[in-house]
Each structure stands twice: as C-alpha cells, then as structure tokens.
C-alpha cells in the first residue's frame, strides 16, 4: 500500500498517470482555442460569449444572452472568414450559436432609503394611536432614524 504522502496528485507526479495527463492536455488545447476565437470576435460580441467546442468543421459558440447570439448569427460569415485564417480553424463550415444564460448574477448591493420626515411624522403619529406598548416602541425608534 502507498503512502498517504505518493497519494496526493501534484503536478510533479502528474505525468505518471496518462489519463490524467491527458485530460490536462485537452483542457489546455481548448483554453488557447476559446483564446484565439474569442480573440477574433468583434469586441462588443467578445465579452459574455464562450467557445463550447470544434467538431467536424462545425463551430459552436455559447452567448449570455439571446441578442448577442443574434448578433454573432448575423456576422457569422465575418467571423467564419477570419477563423479560417488560424491553422486550427481552417476547415470550419458552419456556426452554430447556443444561449446560456450565467448561472448566476451578482445583485447590486442594496440602497438604503433615506426616510423622510413626511414619514417620519406619519410613523409617529401611528405610534401615538397603536394600544400595543411594544409595537409603539418599535415605530417611535423608527421615526427616529430620519435623516435631515
């Protein structure tokens, strides 16, 4: 049985597994192909566009969003003639454009309102006719956070 120390995977040991080995090639190969595609896009297009794979001289690309990926349909023929001008990219005949919305969109942090002394003198005339103690309590403290 191997040590726990021989079992970790590094990257000096990644060359004694051939799968491995492989996999991080293919990655590899398709990181600098996504580089040189995206690198030949017209910039307005270049940013929220992805390069999915090459098969068969049929290119498929990955839009954020439904009017960038019209947007590359419409100037496909553009884009497929300065592809062709790359080795690796010399027999492709067809574009094909697929709408991946991100997983995941940051939201803007939220503002504070200010409250105004309109709502301010509203919440404390509330508080003077609400019965419940704690509940005025709540709304005086409220009304107490208006800002000049």
Do not use: Y
Request: hydrophobic letters at 40%; aromatic letters at 4%; charged letters at 35%.
């Amino acid at each position: 049985m191997k040590r726990k120390s021989e079992q970790k995977m590094t990257f000096d040991n990644l060359g004694r597994t051939p799968v491995l080995r492989e996999l991080v090639a293919k990655a590899n190969t398709h990181r600098q192909a996504e580089e040189e595609v995206i690198a030949l896009l017209p910039p307005a297009l270049a940013q929220g566009t992805r390069f999915v794979c090459c098969i068969e001289g049929e290119l498929t690309l990955s839009a954020d969003n439904a009017g960038r990926a019209s947007q590359i349909r419409f100037r496909q023929h553009e884009i497929m003639e300065k592809l062709r001008e790359h080795e690796l990219f010399r027999f492709v005949w067809k574009l094909k454009v697929k709408v991946v919305p991100p997983r995941f969109k940051e939201k803007p942090p939220a503002k504070k309102l200010v409250l105004s002394k309109e709502n301010a003198q509203l919440l404390t005339e509330e508080a003077g006719h609400t019965k419940d103690q704690k509940l005025r309590e709540v709304l005086e403290k409220l009304a107490s956070h208006v800002r000049d």
